[in-house]
């Protein structure tokens, strides 16, 4: 079974650092993508950035390029989401995704089917 | 950057009534087009990939259509365990995606 589970709730003061970690189990963590989401407080959701577990190689949503670092160790099929400095407008759901690979009448396309549970970030002074 | 809107922002529906939301791309995405279901407190969850194609374990009362910028997600009769923000994704200029701003449904 495919699974995607997320670290704790946090509570930081602004300017602190932070580490979110997904853990991925149940299929081959390989050359698959791992996509990350914020949700803030009452607001839809957002595209961050996604990782190609192949390479390691990352593309970020341009509001978040510099704001953040998306990362993997293979070795423990885990993707992390760095904060340097944290900010009072940081507080939000981030979630973690599984991408996936269709092919339909030889194209490729891709999307998130499974997501971790979502982890609850709060920035308070 | 392509940006994703949708239509309406809200809407309110008897049980049994044919939903439809619409999702309008600033330029062309041929059909790469995925739809989410959201609920409070709970992740995401695809309902549709490649703009038609109905996700394993999704009701068949789920559909999506279209091509290019315009594209619709439709409740063909609507259940109280619908009630949730949709969300529309675009995966052409994948691995850069983006949702659009989300539509709430739910029970009049």
């Known amino acids: 079974e495919v699974q995607l589970v997320q670290s704790g709730a946090e509570v930081r003061k602004p300017g602190e650092s932070l580490n979110l970690s997904c853990k991925a189990s149940g299929y081959s963590f390989s050359n698959d993508w791992i996509g990350w989401a914020r949700q803030m407080p009452g607001k839809g959701l957002e595209w961050m950035g996604t990782i190609y577990l192949g390479d390691s190689s990352v593309t970020y949503s341009p509001s978040f390029q510099g704001q953040v670092t998306i990362s993997v160790d293979k070795s423990i099929t885990t993707a992390y989401m760095q904060w340097r400095s944290l900010g009072a407008s940081d507080t939000a759901t981030y979630f973690c995704?599984?991408?996936?690979?269709?092919?339909?009448?030889?194209?490729?396309?891709?999307?998130?089917?499974?997501w971790g549970q979502g982890t609850q970030v709060t920035v308070s002074s | 950057d392509i940006q994703m809107t949708q239509s309406p922002s809200s809407l309110s529906a008897s049980v049994g009534d044919r939903v439809t939301i619409t999702c309008r791309a600033s330029q062309s995405v041929r059909n790469y087009i995925n739809w989410y279901q959201k609920k409070p407190g709970h992740a995401p969850n695809l309902l549709i990939y490649?703009?038609?194609s109905l996700q394993s374990g999704v009701p068949s009362r789920f559909s999506g259509s279209g091509s290019g910028t315009d594209f619709t997600l439709t409740i063909s009769s609507l259940q109280p365990e619908d009630v949730a923000t949709y969300y529309c994704?675009?995966?052409?200029?994948?691995?850069?995606?983006?949702f659009g701003p989300g539509t709430t449904v739910d029970i009049k």
């Open positions: 995704a599984r991408g996936a690979e269709a092919l339909i009448r030889g194209l490729p396309y891709y999307y998130f089917d499974y």
């Open positions: 994704q675009q995966g052409y200029s994948s691995p850069l995606f983006s």
């Open positions: 490649a703009a038609s």
